[in-house]
């Protein structure tokens, strides 16, 4: 008999369960922001920092380099360990246009 035939159906629901919960929140606050190339902003800064749903767990920070280029970072954490993470890269020129965005999604929690 295998581990899993052993369990009772009820905990292996729950536990199907509280996965499937903890990848919709995972996935809600990692969202990239809403932009498009050739989309204009007053203040890139402040636009980012304050996009995207506030759920609980998620940490997110911005870093501003030169040339108008900025690094979104959405993580889900639980207990000290990212459950996934969406980086995003966007590129703006001085009136604040969007030049161009690059997005992406990676899972450390599988990276053992």
Aim: net charge positive; proline share 6%.
């Amino acid at each position: 008999m295998s581990a899993v035939s052993k369990l009772k159906p009820g905990v292996l629901l729950l536990a199907c369960f509280a996965a499937a919960v903890i990848l919709i929140i995972g996935f809600q606050g990692t969202k990239t922001p809403s932009l498009r190339v050739g989309s204009s902003i007053r203040d890139p800064r402040e636009y980012l920092s304050a996009c995207g749903p506030r759920v609980p767990f998620c940490v997110r920070t911005l870093v501003s380099q030169p040339g108008g280029v900025y690094t979104h970072d959405a993580s889900f954490v639980i207990l000290g360990s990212r459950i996934t993470s969406r980086v995003t890269v966007c590129r703006f020129d001085t009136n604040g246009t969007v030049l161009s965005i690059y997005s992406r999604r990676y899972w450390p929690i599988f990276h053992f």
